[in-house]
């Protein structure tokens, strides 16, 4: 092996270009890959429909790095539906059957003794939307053919039937967390018809939640109420992030709305629909993993309940290759594209069927070591380093077998509190982390208790994941501990943190070479 198969400490990064042919039309166009040789891929999705940004958005929701229950959730859920939507070779049903069955056992660690799941292993009580999200998925991998853990799905049913006969306008669940729980009742097969007409009756309720609501009533056999329900309602939500609560979006919303619309069999609104989502997860916004798993569910059931009419039929080359036809009866194509060791090259598609074929290149690479960039959007951080003697040092020059101390303060910039918080510390391969779990609070005039200081902490290899929240102004420092185990020439990550539920609040510090004697490898 040559140097450069070490472990790239960067974040992969992705470019996408969308089009639409025409039938009977070609398009040609010139893509820059992202990465370094050797470290591109290259994917082309077609479809019949509005773009489902198939390929990207499940490649990043696969790729996220945290593990709570909803990111554990959102990861495997689109996936459900992959064999249906696309033609799959028999490494990647593979792959996706184990990743199914991976979240499926996941799950059973976050159960809690009451049916619900929590949003942590072991965080105390469970969480509401959460639970009903994950139960959510549970049934549907059921209905799929997935074998669930003894009693898992009985013990949850419990549970929401429990916490959907209890609750009244005035509980901290909110309507629309209780027309979610009534619609995965319903779809279970246990439709509480009273909760459902209680929740129906009350005021103030959002069209997202009346729409669920519909849903259920068709699920639970009820159509003449579920027609009426819905008859006069509209699909116009507020723009909004939630970062607690049901961790929900105006993108996320309108998914809802059209995975209810699909149910319903509502076409004309749902065709409408289909195409804003589609547009605004295909656009270059960050979006949450809860977001991004809705917008794709919610394109595939749309995708699987269109009428079939006609079979997608296209021809593509990449740089001077042989044209590949591709012809398929199922609503998406994914082709994978062998870029090679080249940094750029030029695609060309031809329609010459009879209707609009909808494209979206996705590349995605690797990039050059030392190429991000410093951010700061509604929080600061800052990086420090001391040696055993407390004193503050530069990591390059730190001797072998020195024992480090790195302090990260995160500070709120905003005047509200910002929830869900990630703070991402990677570590030089060079660098032996110490599990310690060692918590440091500075800048508070109020003492904080260490055992409130963090939510979760995952500790892996060469990775420390903290999961927090801050008030307003907040600041709060963080402190590990590692030991320069091994000399040569290594790259020090960046250190980041951002808001998992609004990926627009976020702040980076840059990395560096921890060794510059040496010539660069890359």
Same mark, same amino acid.
């Given at each position: 092996?040559?140097?450069?198969?070490?472990?790239?400490?960067? !974040?992969?990064?992705?470019?996408?270009?969308?089009?639409?042919?025409?039938?009977?039309?070609?398009?040609?166009?010139?893509?820059?890959?992202?990465?370094? =040789?050797? !470290?591109?891929?290259?994917?082309?999705?077609? +479809?019949?429909?509005?773009?489902?940004?198939?390929?990207?958005?499940?490649?990043?929701?696969?790729?996220?790095?945290?593990?709570?229950?909803?990111?554990?959730?959102?990861?495997?859920?689109?996936?459900?539906?992959?064999?249906?939507?696309?033609?799959?070779?028999?490494?990647?049903?593979?792959?996706?059957? %184990?990743?199914?069955?991976?979240?499926?056992?996941?799950?059973?660690?976050?159960?809690?003794?009451?049916?619900?799941?929590?949003?942590?292993?072991?965080?105390?009580?469970?969480?509401?939307?959460?639970? $009903?999200?994950?139960?959510?998925?549970?049934?549907?991998?059921?209905?799929?053919?997935?074998?669930?853990?003894?009693?898992?799905?009985?013990?949850?049913?419990?549970?929401?039937?429990?916490?959907?006969?209890?609750?009244?306008?005035?509980?901290? +669940?909110?309507?629309?967390?209780?027309?979610?729980?009534?619609?995965?009742? *319903?779809?279970?097969?246990?439709?509480?018809?009273? =909760?459902?007409?209680?929740?129906?009756?009350?005021?103030?309720?959002?069209?997202?939640?009346?729409? #669920?609501? *519909?849903?259920?009533?068709?699920?639970?056999?009820?159509?003449?109420? /579920?027609?009426?329900?819905?008859?006069?309602?509209?699909?116009?939500?507020?723009?909004?992030?939630?970062?607690?609560?049901?961790?929900?979006?105006?993108?996320?919303?309108?998914?809802?709305?059209?995975?209810? #619309?699909?149910?319903?069999?509502?076409?004309?609104?749902?065709?409408?629909? /289909?195409?804003?989502?589609?547009?605004?997860?295909?656009?270059?916004?960050?979006?949450?993993?809860?977001?991004?798993?809705?917008?794709?569910?919610?394109? /595939?059931?749309?995708?699987?309940? &269109?009428?079939?009419?006609?079979?997608?039929?296209?021809?593509?080359?990449?740089?001077?290759?042989?044209?590949?036809?591709?012809?398929?009866?199922?609503?998406?194509?994914?082709?994978?594209?062998?870029?090679?060791?080249?940094?750029?090259?030029?695609?060309?598609?031809?329609?010459?069927?009879?209707?609009?074929?909808?494209? %979206?290149?996705?590349? +995605?690479?690797?990039?050059?070591?030392?190429?991000? $960039?410093?951010?700061?959007?509604?929080?600061?951080?800052?990086?420090?380093?001391?040696?055993?003697?407390?004193?503050?040092?530069?990591?390059?020059?730190?001797?072998? *077998?020195?024992?480090?101390?790195?302090?990260?303060?995160?500070?709120? #910039?905003?005047?509200?509190?910002?929830?869900?918080?990630?703070?991402?510390?990677?570590?030089?391969?060079?660098?032996?982390?110490?599990? $310690?779990?060692?918590?440091?609070?500075?800048?508070?005039?109020?003492?904080?208790?260490?055992?409130?200081?963090?939510?979760?902490?995952?500790?892996?290899?060469?990775?420390?994941?903290?999961?927090?929240?801050?008030? *307003?102004?907040?600041?709060?420092?963080? !402190?590990?501990?590692?030991?320069?185990?091994?000399?040569?020439?290594?790259?020090?990550?960046?250190?980041?943190?951002?808001?998992?539920?609004?990926?627009?609040?976020?702040?980076?510090?840059?990395?560096?070479?921890?060794?510059? &004697?040496?010539?660069?490898?890359?």
């Amino acid at each position: 092996a040559t140097e450069i198969d070490v472990r790239m400490p960067v !974040t992969r990064q992705t470019t996408v270009v969308s089009a639409t042919v025409a039938a009977g039309k070609s398009w040609k166009q010139s893509v820059q890959l992202p990465g370094i =040789a050797g !470290t591109n891929t290259v994917q082309l999705e077609a +479809s019949r429909v509005p773009p489902l940004d198939l390929g990207r958005s499940l490649a990043w929701l696969i790729r996220y790095p945290h593990g709570c229950v909803e990111q554990t959730t959102s990861a495997a859920f689109p996936q459900l539906y992959l064999d249906r939507l696309v033609k799959l070779d028999a490494k990647k049903a593979a792959a996706t059957q %184990r990743n199914i069955e991976t979240a499926i056992n996941r799950l059973k660690r976050f159960q809690s003794s009451d049916g619900g799941f929590q949003f942590w292993p072991g965080w105390g009580g469970s969480d509401d939307w959460s639970s $009903t999200y994950a139960g959510h998925f549970l049934l549907e991998a059921k209905a799929r053919g997935f074998e669930l853990p003894a009693e898992m799905i009985g013990r949850w049913t419990d549970f929401q039937r429990a916490n959907a006969e209890s609750w009244t306008k005035d509980s901290a +669940s909110d309507g629309l967390s209780q027309s979610y729980r009534l619609y995965t009742l *319903a779809l279970a097969g246990s439709p509480s018809l009273g =909760a459902m007409n209680r929740l129906r009756e009350t005021s103030g309720l959002e069209a997202t939640a009346k729409w #669920l609501l *519909a849903a259920a009533y068709k699920l639970a056999g009820q159509k003449e109420e /579920a027609a009426r329900l819905s008859r006069d309602l509209g699909v116009t939500v507020s723009v909004y992030r939630a970062l607690r609560g049901t961790y929900g979006s105006d993108l996320r919303d309108k998914a809802v709305i059209l995975t209810a #619309l699909s149910d319903l069999g509502v076409t004309t609104k749902a065709d409408k629909l /289909a195409v804003e989502v589609s547009n605004q997860l295909s656009s270059t916004e960050p979006y949450s993993t809860q977001t991004t798993a809705w917008a794709l569910l919610a394109l /595939a059931r749309y995708a699987l309940s &269109t009428p079939g009419g006609t079979a997608l039929s296209f021809t593509y080359a990449w740089a001077s290759g042989k044209p590949v036809a591709v012809q398929s009866d199922l609503p998406v194509a994914l082709e994978e594209v062998q870029p090679g060791s080249t940094t750029q090259g030029t695609m060309t598609v031809t329609n010459p069927g009879r209707a609009t074929v909808y494209l %979206r290149l996705v590349a +995605s690479g690797l990039p050059q070591l030392g190429s991000e $960039t410093a951010s700061s959007s509604g929080l600061a951080m800052e990086v420090s380093y001391r040696d055993a003697k407390d004193r503050q040092v530069d990591p390059v020059d730190v001797p072998l *077998a020195s024992d480090l101390t790195v302090s990260v303060a995160v500070t709120n #910039l905003k005047k509200t509190a910002v929830d869900g918080l990630a703070l991402s510390l990677l570590l030089p391969g060079s660098w032996e982390p110490m599990n $310690t779990r060692v918590f440091a609070e500075e800048g508070e005039e109020e003492e904080t208790e260490a055992v409130g200081a963090w939510d979760y902490q995952d500790f892996r290899d060469d990775r420390i994941y903290t999961y927090f929240d801050l008030r *307003a102004g907040e600041k709060r420092v963080f !402190t590990f501990r590692a030991t320069v185990t091994y000399d040569g020439r290594f790259y020090l990550p960046p250190v980041s943190v951002e808001a998992m539920y609004d990926p627009t609040i976020n702040a980076r510090v840059t990395g560096k070479w921890l060794d510059k &004697t040496r010539k660069k490898l890359f």
